[in-house]
């Protein structure tokens, strides 16, 4: 059985309209339950729910999943021309990772997801469509994987994210064609693209594909960052409503382990 790690009841509660677990309660007369997640075990193998409110969550998730699947059409991420808000999914080899601001103090509050699926055949040459999942350790249910600050002048992205998560709490679920009209930045669109490109980096290098587990999930499209002038790499930036691992091989030894730490080489 899959194993949720992340899970967005902002998105799933509020943008899809999925009732909560203490509305259902409620709805039958019962017992209101606190909204609490489900809280997960991990061991070297596999993630194990420690409480019966991960089955209501699943439960929830798949009105979620089919209510997309119906309404959005859920493309691929690898799928070209991506725009804000469009709704994408994924199932490749990613690392976790959590991060605060570049100036600031742990503990970390943002959380991150990296992967990379290839173009061709490596004989091509090409380079892989890069995928960076950014959103709020509250949501995950697993315990976050600190790894320090977020990197220079990440200021502007590190701002964004926050202040979706602060938006979505409100009952804000669209996001503008402009990110800036949501944090206003002075600076060039190929800043704010160097910015995300940079997360992305570091974190690949901290944790190389041998570290990594297969995820799955759904998401929204922040940014398709997709400039052959100006990066090697097409990446595409988006906020997760779930993200799970698949049901895998007992003996694979789970992927983000053991990661190599090249924090000093963040720019």
């Given at each position: 059985?899959s194993e ?36 997960l ?105 600190p ?95 779930y ?10 030894r ?14």
């Amino acid at each position: 059985m899959s194993e949720l790690i992340y899970l967005s009841s902002q998105k799933l509660h509020g943008r899809l309209g999925i009732p909560s677990v203490a509305a259902n309660a409620e709805m039958r007369g019962g017992i209101k339950l606190p909204p609490v997640a489900p809280i997960l075990e991990w061991s070297a193998t596999h993630a194990r729910t420690t409480t019966t409110e991960g089955q209501a969550s699943r439960a929830a998730l798949a009105k979620g999943i089919k209510k997309i699947d119906k309404l959005h059409s859920p493309q691929e991420f690898t799928t070209k021309g991506l725009t804000p808000n469009q709704w994408i999914k994924f199932d490749l080899s990613m690392a976790h990772a959590a991060v605060h601001e570049d100036s600031g103090r742990p503990p970390e509050d943002i959380a991150l997801f990296v992967g990379e699926a290839t173009v061709g055949s490596y004989m091509d040459g090409m380079p892989g469509i890069g995928l960076m999942l950014c959103g709020s350790v509250r949501h995950l249910l697993t315990q976050a994987n600190p790894n320090g600050r977020m990197g220079s002048d990440t200021g502007w992205l590190y701002n964004l994210i926050n202040e979706l998560e602060r938006r979505e709490s409100e009952g804000i679920h669209v996001v503008p064609e402009f990110l800036t009209e949501i944090v206003p930045h002075k600076g060039t669109d190929r800043e704010r693209e160097a910015a995300a490109q940079a997360v992305f980096g570091w974190t690949s290098r901290d944790y190389p594909p041998r570290s990594r587990s297969r995820l799955r999930g759904y998401a929204t499209v922040l940014m398709d960052i997709d400039n052959p002038r100006h990066w090697i790499r097409r990446l595409v930036v988006a906020s997760p409503l779930y993200v799970e691992v698949p049901p895998q091989n007992p003996k694979r030894r789970f992927g983000w382990m053991g990661r190599k730490d090249s924090r000093n080489h963040r720019v």
